[in-house]
T-cell receptor, first 115, second 113 residues
């Protein structure tokens, strides 16, 4: 049963610290999405990649957030420095290449709390 | 641009009641439409989808029909169960814009025994 995995599942950190979240997409999926979910804003798309290349990161605060795909099996989302307003659940999702790319498969999320 | 508008929640129903969650969309091309479900503490899971007008997606007793004339994709279930308590998201996927997705704000459903 192929699944998207995310680590860590929970993270508590202090303001100003660097946070790195990791995602392993489903093998064979070439598109990876990063979302942030909060009660106030709902589900927000931060960035997405296809074939490891960033296609859209317009939803991401550029000054402190960065997203990369060092290889096809790993996507990372970094926050440096972190702030309390970054507290949220961060989801990674992956999708197959065309023509099956429409369905996204979500990971369980990383629940981040910045104190 | 493309967008999805979803019925506001929360929705509370008694077990075996009929469920409708409204979803309408705006799209410039020919999108596929989805319903995702999120159970407490988990990520989103695909519930059902429809890829073209008049298609009906169905899964676990839930149904939704892609209505191009009304730009709608309402989610329905004839008899809800306590285990259906979750947050439901309507979404639109547009192939022509490079796999961009648009999610609704989510509708929380609580089913009471």
């Amino acid at each position: 049963d192929a699944r998207v995995t995310q680590t860590p599942r929970h993270k508590v950190t202090e303001m100003g610290q660097e946070v790195t979240m990791r995602c392993q997409p489903i093998l064979g999926h070439n598109t990876v999405f990063w979302y942030r979910q909060t009660m106030m804003q709902g589900l927000e798309l931060l960035a997405y990649f296809r074939n490891r290349a960033p296609l859209d990161d317009s939803g991401m605060p550029k000054d402190r957030f960065s997203a990369e795909m060092p290889d096809a099996t790993l996507a990372t989302l970094k926050i440096q420095p972190s702030e309390p307003r970054d507290s949220a659940v961060y989801f990674c999702a992956s999708a197959l290449p065309r023509p099956y790319q429409e369905t996204q498969y979500f990971g369980p999320g990383t629940r981040l709390l910045v104190l | 641009g493309d967008s999805v508008t979803q019925m506001e929640g929360p929705v509370t129903l008694s077990e075996e009641a009929f469920l409708t969650i409204n979803c309408t969309y705006t799209a410039t091309g020919y999108p596929s439409l989805f319903w995702y479900v999120q159970y407490p503490g988990e990520g989103l899971q695909l519930l059902l989808k429809a890829t073209k007008a008049d298609d009906k997606g169905s899964n676990k007793g839930f149904e939704a029909t892609y209505r191009k004339e009304t730009t709608s994709f309402h989610l329905e279930k004839g008899s809800v169960q306590v285990s259906d308590s979750a947050v439901y998201f309507c979404a639109l996927g547009e192939l022509n814009t490079g796999n961009q997705f648009y999610f609704g704000t989510g509708t929380s459903l609580t089913v009471i025994p």
